[in-house]
């Protein structure tokens, strides 16, 4: 993570000798990673701010957890779309153009299911944090990019295992 931008407004929150060793944006916040501490950003009014050694950080996965499971959706809607096209293509078949369409609109409908509905966030707590608290302090891990999420979460485990 190098050429981070700093706002004024976190700049002003940072002692003298710290500096910001990582950033990512989740949940409309910016989650600042220091050399000593990670910093939760929303607005000037929203701000906090956690020491390593209170941190712990947790992968939670949720929705189509297992791979068999997410296959398994995806077939059937490729069964779906498979039904909707050849129920188009077949002149001999006299279903209703609703009926063909919906067939068409399930499978893209399962398999849409399938790929986005399965999501995983990193769980950042700390001692007496609520549920509020612990909504708060979520980084979203997306399917696709999660590559950010991962080396930002590896960044605070390390300083919050090694503090």
Known sequence: MQNIEVPKSIKGK???DEAIIGKISSGGADYYATDERLLRFKSVSDYQALKYPQISITFTKYGIGTRIG??????LGLYFIAIGIASFI???LSAPFGAKLLFFVMG???ITVALVLGYAHYQIAAPGFDKNELKRWRIQRYRWGSGNADEFAKLVKERSDNA
Do not use: R
């Open 70 to 75: 997410q296959i398994f959706i995806i077939l």
């Open 108 to 110: 893209i409908g399962a």
């Open 14 to 16: 940072l002692s003298k």
């Open 90 to 92: 077949d002149p001999d």
